[in-house]
């Protein structure tokens, strides 16, 4: 069957660009008004190479799955800043616009900040990348995520340094955001139940670059291995200095850290050697193979979280294909989230199903050592694969 498309591009204020993408089978539309599916992504900016490649990865997925519905299917995709302040106004939005379910939001607080909006109206909302335990501790049911949970990595990370390093002088050092102030409470909660204790927590700020001071610190402590909860950039500047200072202690960092930008930050030097925990290669995964093949011959390079979201899109406008909701009525849209919840999705990421607070069931991750030529990005190797225990005590944190 023949598809058309048709895109559009308008300029909006607070919440920035919007790109409509109308998917139509005019055989099978019948008149009927159009699914309306909306993407969120982060802002122009740093992140904003994120964003355009989770754009084409929604528009990617809005082909491939687009048949048997019956309806046309249009993708509606948002860009939004880091600001959670904003975020319940973008919900508040797509919510006008007439969606039937929502992949985002990107960060954890702005997933946060707009989640009780689509629970209110009963839209689905898939999360790609958001991995604060507190998201989905909320109890809505109509949300899920396709990542990880932090205190699961923090959780990871300290077993490494345990099992793996035999640390016994560790420092954690966070950016003090959700995502950075969480896996560095995942780590210290697991050593805790270990019997083990941390040296110190130290605190820096994104966009910091000169970390003299703190670095004199850690130099008096004498840590033998450092835990790092933030993003690459910050990561990058101060393995640096570490390293120019003469520490010599092990660096563990989070997802956000790898990422070829943290090599250059911290140059090769002090880079190699470091220890990151993420995700399985997705490149190994047979599931994903075509779909990072035509990603790429369009695209480029694949880049973090599209597969994600790519699988995000797909499993919601599976669940609109199973539940065949009538409208976009509460009523109707909880049987898509009962569909979402009680099907298994076959994915670029293989077999996809989740729990019943709307975590992956299954979320594995594994520890990555930096080295030029690593099988990840030319700079990133697998060691091994880690997972956290189910239903563990830690990974079920009190809403908070």
């Given at each position: 069957?023949?598809?058309?498309?048709?895109?559009?591009?308008a300029?909006l204020?607070?919440?920035?660009?919007?790109?409509l993408?109308?998917?139509?089978?005019?055989a099978l539309?019948?008149?009927?008004?159009?699914v309306?599916?909306?993407?969120?992504?982060?802002a122009?900016?740093e992140?904003?190479?994120?964003?355009?490649?989770?754009?084409?990865a929604?528009?990617?997925?809005?082909?491939?799955?687009?048949?048997g519905?019956?309806?046309p299917l249009?993708?509606i995709?948002?860009?939004e800043?880091f600001?959670?302040?904003?975020s319940?106004?973008l919900?508040?939005?797509?919510?006008?616009?007439g969606?039937?379910?929502v992949?985002?939001h990107?960060?954890?607080?702005?997933?946060?900040?707009?989640?009780?909006?689509?629970?209110?109206?009963?839209?689905?909302?898939?999360?790609p990348?958001a991995?604060?335990?507190?998201l989905?501790?909320?109890?809505?049911?109509?949300?899920?995520r396709?990542?990880?949970?932090?205190?699961?990595q923090?959780?990871?990370?300290?077993?490494f340094?345990?099992?793996?390093l035999?640390a016994?002088?560790v420092?954690?050092?966070?950016?003090?955001t959700?995502?950075?102030?969480t896996l560095?409470?995942?780590?210290?909660?697991?050593?805790q139940?270990?019997?083990r204790?941390?040296?110190?927590v130290?605190?820096?700020?994104?966009?910091?670059?000169?970390?003299?001071?703190l670095?004199?610190?850690?130099?008096?402590?004498?840590?033998?291995?450092?835990?790092?909860?933030?993003?690459?950039?910050e990561?990058?500047?101060?393995?640096r200095q570490?390293?120019?200072?003469?520490l010599?202690?092990?660096?563990?960092?989070?997802?956000a850290?790898?990422d070829?930008?943290?090599?250059?930050?911290?140059?090769?030097?002090?880079?190699?050697g470091?220890?990151?925990?993420?995700?399985p290669?997705?490149?190994?995964?047979?599931?994903a193979?075509d779909?990072i093949?035509?990603?790429?011959?369009?695209?480029g390079?694949?880049?973090?979280?599209?597969?994600?979201?790519?699988?995000?899109?797909?499993?919601l406008?599976q669940?609109i294909?199973?539940?065949?909701p009538?409208?976009?009525?509460?009523?109707?849209?909880?049987?898509?989230?009962?569909?979402?919840?009680?099907?298994?999705y076959?994915?670029?990421?293989?077999?996809?199903r989740?729990?019943s607070?709307?975590d992956?069931?299954?979320?594995p991750?594994?520890i990555?050592?930096t080295?030029?030529?690593?099988?990840?990005?030319?700079?990133?190797?697998?060691?091994?694969?880690?997972?956290?225990?189910?239903?563990?005590?830690a990974?079920r944190?009190?809403?908070?």
């Amino acid at each position: 069957m023949r598809w058309t498309l048709s895109t559009g591009r308008a300029m909006l204020g607070g919440a920035g660009g919007v790109l409509l993408l109308l998917l139509a089978a005019p055989a099978l539309a019948g008149g009927l008004p159009a699914v309306k599916i909306g993407l969120v992504v982060p802002a122009a900016g740093e992140a904003g190479r994120l964003g355009e490649r989770m754009r084409r990865a929604g528009e990617m997925a809005l082909a491939d799955t687009a048949g048997g519905l019956g309806r046309p299917l249009e993708l509606i995709v948002h860009e939004e800043p880091f600001d959670p302040r904003q975020s319940p106004g973008l919900a508040e939005r797509l919510v006008r616009e007439g969606v039937w379910g929502v992949v985002g939001h990107f960060y954890s607080s702005t997933s946060i900040a707009a989640s009780a909006v689509y629970a209110e109206q009963g839209i689905p909302q898939i999360t790609p990348a958001a991995t604060h335990p507190r998201l989905t501790a909320q109890g809505f049911s109509n949300l899920f995520r396709l990542a990880g949970r932090d205190d699961q990595q923090g959780q990871t990370g300290a077993e490494f340094l345990r099992a793996g390093l035999q640390a016994r002088r560790v420092v954690a050092v966070h950016d003090q955001t959700e995502y950075g102030r969480t896996l560095a409470q995942g780590l210290l909660l697991a050593m805790q139940r270990r019997g083990r204790r941390v040296l110190a927590v130290e605190e820096i700020a994104q966009g910091d670059r000169d970390f003299a001071a703190l670095v004199g610190r850690l130099r008096a402590l004498k840590p033998d291995a450092l835990s790092f909860g933030g993003v690459f950039r910050e990561a990058g500047h101060l393995l640096r200095q570490l390293r120019q200072a003469g520490l010599t202690a092990a660096f563990l960092g989070g997802d956000a850290v790898l990422d070829p930008e943290f090599i250059t930050a911290a140059g090769e030097a002090a880079a190699a050697g470091a220890y990151l925990t993420s995700w399985p290669d997705p490149r190994r995964l047979s599931s994903a193979q075509d779909v990072i093949r035509r990603f790429e011959e369009r695209d480029g390079t694949l880049g973090p979280y599209v597969l994600q979201t790519y699988d995000a899109l797909g499993a919601l406008v599976q669940a609109i294909r199973t539940a065949r909701p009538g409208s976009r009525t509460p009523e109707e849209l909880r049987k898509v989230v009962q569909a979402i919840r009680g099907t298994a999705y076959r994915g670029a990421l293989g077999r996809l199903r989740w729990d019943s607070q709307g975590d992956l069931a299954e979320s594995p991750y594994i520890i990555y050592v930096t080295r030029r030529g690593g099988s990840l990005h030319g700079w990133f190797e697998p060691l091994a694969e880690r997972r956290p225990a189910a239903g563990a005590a830690a990974s079920r944190p009190a809403a908070r």
